[in-house]
C-alpha cells in the first residue's frame, strides 16, 4: 500500500454537515419512535445507519468518484440495496401504524408501496443513472450526484417495503414476495452482467482521470486495473452484492412463511 493510498484512506472521514445531521435525525428519530427499547431490530437499523454513512462519508465516496469505477458501484449498492434494506426490516409495526394514520403518508403509501410501481421505478432509477452521458454528469456535477444518491435511497426504500413492511396485511405473502424478489433481483443484476460481459468502457470519466492523489499508476500498473478491468470488477461487485442481499431477503421471507405455517398448525390443534 503507497504512502498516498494511505492518505486517502486515512484523511476522507470528514462528515459531510448536512449528510450526517440527517443521518444522526434519522436514528434519533427511530429511537425516540422505539421509546429506546433495544432489540434486533435496532441493532439492524444502527448498521443500516453505519453503512449509509461509510458509503456517503468515507474514502469509498473519494475512491470511486474520482478514480474506481468499481469503488463507484459499491457505493451505489449500498445507497439502493443493501442500506435501504436494512432500515426498512428494522422498523417496529407500532411506528409505521402511527405514521399511516396521517392521510397524506398513508395515501402515498398506497401508492409508492405497490410492487409494481416500487420495481419500475427502483429498476428506472438504476438504469437510467447508468446510462453513459448522465453518469458522466454526476461525476463533474455535485448538485446532480446529490440528486442522484437521494433517489437511490428513495427507490431502494421503495423496493424493499412490500417485502418487509412491518404492518402484516400490507406485506406481499410469501409466495409473491419470493417472486417479487427473484424479478427484482434479475433486473437488478442486468447492470452488472453488462458490465462483466463487455469489452468496451463505458464511461468517459474513468478514462483519464484528474488523478489528485497520485494514485493512477498504483491502479493501473501495479494492480492492473485498466480502465475496462476496472469495470468488469464493478460489474462482478454489482452481480455478487445484488445475489447476496436478494438471497438474504428470500431467506428472511422463508423463515416468516415456516413461522407462519407453524402458528397455523399450533392454533389448529388446539
Known amino acids: 500500500m503507497t504512502p498516498e493510498l494511505m492518505q486517502l484512506l486515512q484523511s476522507h472521514w470528514e462528515p459531510v454537515p448536512s449528510i450526517a445531521i440527517g443521518l444522526i435525525a434519522l436514528l434519533v428519530a427511530y429511537l425516540w419512535g422505539t421509546k429506546f427499547k433495544f432489540t ?4 439492524t437499523f444502527i448498521f443500516g445507519i453505519a453503512i449509509l454513512w461509510i458509503g456517503l462519508m468515507s474514502p469509498l465516496d473519494e475512491l470511486g468518484d474520482e478514480y474506481l469505477f468499481s469503488a463507484h458501484m459499491m457505493q451505489h449498492m449500498i445507497l439502493e440495496f443493501i ?5 426498512v426490516a428494522a422498523l417496529p409495526e407500532e411506528m409505521v401504524r402511527s405514521w399511516i ?17 416500487a420495481l419500475t421505478i427502483a429498476t ?3 438504469l437510467v443513472w447508468h446510462v453513459p452521458p448522465i453518469y458522466d454528469i454526476t461525476l463533474e456535477n455535485e448538485t446532480v450526484h446529490i440528486i442522484e444518491h437521494i433517489t437511490f435511497m428513495v427507490s431502494g426504500t421503495m ?7 412491518p404492518i402484516p396485511e400490507g406485506r406481499l405473502k410469501p409466495l409473491a414476495a419470493m417472486v417479487y424478489l427473484a424479478v427484482a433481483g434479475f433486473l437488478a443484476s442486468i447492470l452488472g452482467m453488462i458490465y462483466t460481459m463487455s ?29 475496462l478491468e476496472d469495470q468488469k470488477l464493478g460489474g462482478a461487485i454489482m452481480w455478487v452484492i445484488c445475489t447476496l442481499t436478494f438471497f438474504w431477503a428470500l431467506m428472511a421471507v422463508m423463515i416468516e412463511w415456516l413461522k407462519e405455517g407453524e402458528s397455523n398448525d399450533v392454533r389448529t390443534t388446539t
Open 101 to 117: 394514520k396521517i392521510p397524506a403518508i398513508r395515501f402515498a403509501e398506497r401508492i409508492l408501496g405497490n410492487p409494481g410501481v
Open 83 to 87: 442500506g435501504p434494506a436494512m432500515l
Open 40 to 43: 434486533w431490530k435496532t441493532v
Open 199 to 227: 469489452d468496451v468502457p463505458f464511461y468517459a470519466a474513468y478514462a483519464d482521470p484528474h488523478d489528485h492523489h497520485n494514485l493512477l499508476p498504483l491502479f493501473r500498473e501495479q494492480w492492473g486495473l485498466t480502465q
Open 124 to 126: 428506472t432509477v438504476m
Open 159 to 165: 423496493l424493499w417495503w412490500p417485502v418487509f413492511n
